[in-house]
């Protein structure tokens, strides 16, 4: 739950926002379907509960601020947000001696972190385009930047069960998200969408593990998607496809990292109930890769949704 204002005068508009109901991720836990094959499915260590935001604490509720302004066939915005990271990053509050053997105590924790973003959109036409005619064409830039994101630093742990020092075994660092997009109007009321996302944890080391805004398990991660929708007016467009490819590369270490590809087809039953069939496939990559993990896991699945 959330609230939502915007405030509109001339040719800009001033957004905000107020969440006070805090929703993590939930990701599959050990022995469940999707919990990743590259991670163990057990630790020795000790993992005390999550410590997350409450929502009956103003302090810990979530704030956005977002300026938009249109000149013409431009549009750019800019954007703040005062958030938690919805992934909890686990921080050593102790040791114990098992057998032997030091077992860290862990405990998961979401931050807060400072967002900063940047948008624009062009509108255009192009005219005379063979096969097509008329091509209306959107250009879209996006960035976001990052503040004190903390990661979970193996070094540090290795440290600690070593007895070789202090600390709580995480680092923080900044990292930048941005994306370019080109947006192409065909006929028959169809989309096709190019985009290149750019992911970067700045100053990164090989110790670090995942964190918000950064490269998939590397220093940067390039997803060079491309997105294509049609309905079908046989159906009076109640009925449309939509198919995506989310190919992913990564360096300096990790190289390709797999392609995810993924089909829907959709129909909407009412103005707020509509159903689809989705494929997903995985292909490529390694057995420790984000999708090559994954590439004995293509599924296909039905949904059915009501919005409002």
Known sequence: ????????FGQNSLQFLYIFDF?????????????????????????????????????DHEYGLRFDRVQGSL???LIYYYGWDKNPVSHIVGTELSGGQTLLRLEPRHERLHHAGVTADYAFALNDVPLVGTLPVV???????????????????????????ATDGTTKRDTVRAAVASEFGLPGR????????????????????PGFGGGFGDEWTLIPVAFFSRPFGFTRDRLSMEATVFPVISGPDRGWQGVKTKLRLIYKVSQFVKTQLVYNGYDGGSTTDTYGQYNHWDNVGWELSYEF
């Open 190 to 209: 169809s989309t096709f969408i190019l985009q290149a996302s750019y992911y970067r944890t700045l100053d990164w080391t090989q110790n670090l593990g």
């Open 23 to 59: 929703e993590q991720d939930r990701q599959a836990l050990p022995g469940m379907p999707w919990y990743s094959p590259a991670l163990p499915q057990s630790t020795s260590d000790i993992m005390l509960p999550v410590r997350r935001p409450q929502n009956d604490r103003f302090v």
């Open 1 to 8: 739950w959330m609230a939502n204002a915007t405030v509109h």
């Open 75 to 77: 549009s750019y915005g």
């Open 139 to 165: 250009l879209r830039v996006e960035g976001l930047y990052t503040n004190g994101v903390r990661f979970v630093d193996f070094g540090k742990q290795a440290l600690v069960r070593a007895g070789l020092g």
